[in-house]
DNA sequence: GCTTGACCCTGCCCCTGGGGCAGGGTTCGA
DNA sequence: TCGAACCCTGCCCCAGGGGCAGGGTCAAGC
């Protein structure tokens, strides 16, 4: 005959859980010996066991209970099912771990995969570190406001980055401008090529680039510093 | 500015959930608007899928706590480990799939493979599912008062099943006594062929067999009805 | 015979990671 | 202007045990 710790040894599992599944019904009180120690047979060992499996596949033990005494059938098909998630779990897991180990590397993780590529590139390109921090921000921002529209101006985003050198020596000039006075002479000049660019531009296509209003708004408001005094003189120069 | 509902749904989780992180102090409150409603920033978002992922990977709470103010060293060493123990989490899970799979096809889960495999060949042999069940019980039980013995013991006892006809005959016999009337007049001659064999067989090698009257006892204990008349009376008689 | 350490008993409270619901107020689009 | 879809706080609930208290018991070694 075998004593509570020997049978929970040998299914696995603590002795608090064999208590626990005697309380949940799930497993049968066995007899007493004089002192009032419960003592199991092997078949106590076999349903332990059982109940261990199924538990241990994340399946409520309620539903164990139920299954217990199911017809060979019906616990066929519920094995069927549990085995599917079970699988879905393990590869929910190995998606996890991917991303475990992005989280090591930086920020990559945190936006979808095309604003990874393109905070990558503006990298490359020079682009400081706090505008790719508003960069970022401010894609995480129209993720969530519309996530299609997202995905659309991202592409073109990345195209014109690509392909224009005068949307890209733009874009680093309104960078480096973030530090400029208020009254440096090079905003205005900055304004007037800005806006030559955007009118060239907006012909052949209608997306609106960086200086896109709600784009500047959203991240404006997103985080402190997410704009300086020579930027807002830039804004006004260009409004006029 | 992001409401909860959209934060939530960016990061993959629900909006309780966030409010939780709340309280346990791992996401800031972000600021409230005129209404009282939660407005968050892109900071935030990228906040919450940090913790939503070393959540999913299964870290507690409390340590996700401590581990989003770590340096970057301590949190490459704790991501390293977290991994490992995903990855021992998946391997636990692969496993779990098998037995599943194996309780599927009836009791082979419930005992060590050796005893499996064992069970398989006395099946094989002709053996009666009560004398396998007792068989299973009786190893189980073994299994539990000493696995290094249950081991050596079952190699032994695999060995003559396969190697000595006379013991498998005797075996099949034993298992068709159960059945007898206890006057039964064959008993007398099985107990002395079962005599002579021991006797035979104890002088090369020192394990008895079946008849192993720990393993009996053992197993006459772990079930109702592990013993009949006619086996009461040929252990009598083999006792002479 | 006595001690010591390893077991066993019941009962109670505690934890995590949220879910659900009540009973409100707010916003937004048609 | 109205209904759906959000948002707020606060409260209780769940599984699946862990931990501890405050006992009793058993087996081995001395």
Redesign the interface.
């Known amino acids: 005959?075998?004593t509570i710790g020997?049978?929970a040894?040998?299914a696995g599992v603590s002795v608090k859980a064999v208590r626990h599944y005697h309380e949940r019904g799930l497993l049968a009180e066995p007899g007493r010996d004089s002192s009032g120690y419960r003592r199991y047979?092997?078949?106590h060992?076999?349903d332990l066991?059982?109940i261990r499996?199924?538990a241990?596949?994340g399946v409520p033990l309620a539903r164990v209970k139920d299954l217990l005494d199911a017809d060979p059938d019906q616990?066929?098909e519920a094995?069927a099912e549990?085995?599917g998630d079970?699988?879905d779990?393990?590869e929910?897991?190995?998606r996890?771990?991917e991303?475990?180990?992005q989280?090591?590397g930086g920020?990559r993780?945190?936006v979808a995969s095309e604003v990874a590529a393109h905070l990558d590139e503006l990298r490359a390109l020079g682009a400081s570190d706090r505008q790719i921090r508003l960069e970022?921000?401010?894609w995480?921002?129209m993720?969530?406001?519309s996530p299609e529209d997202a995905a659309v101006w991202i592409t073109e985003k990345r195209e014109l980055i690509e392909g224009d050198a005068e949307f890209r020596a733009l874009y680093l000039d309104h960078d480096a401008a973030f530090g400029w006075a208020p009254d440096d002479p090079r905003l205005a000049a900055l304004a007037d090529r800005t806006r030559t660019w955007m009118a060239g531009h907006r012909s052949r296509s209608e997306p609106r680039p960086v200086q896109n209003p709600a784009i500047a708004r959203l991240?404006r408001?997103?985080?402190p510093g997410a704009t300086s005094p020579a930027w807002d003189r830039l804004a006004r120069l260009m409004q006029d």
Chains 1, 2 share one sequence.
Do not use: C, N, P, W
């Open positions: 005959m075998i020997r049978l040894e040998y047979t092997a078949q060992a076999v066991v059982k499996t199924l241990a596949a616990l066929a094995i549990i085995d079970l699988r779990r393990i929910g897991l190995r996890t771990r991303q475990l180990a989280l090591r920020e993780l945190f970022r921000d401010g995480i921002l993720h969530t406001a991240a408001q997103s985080q």
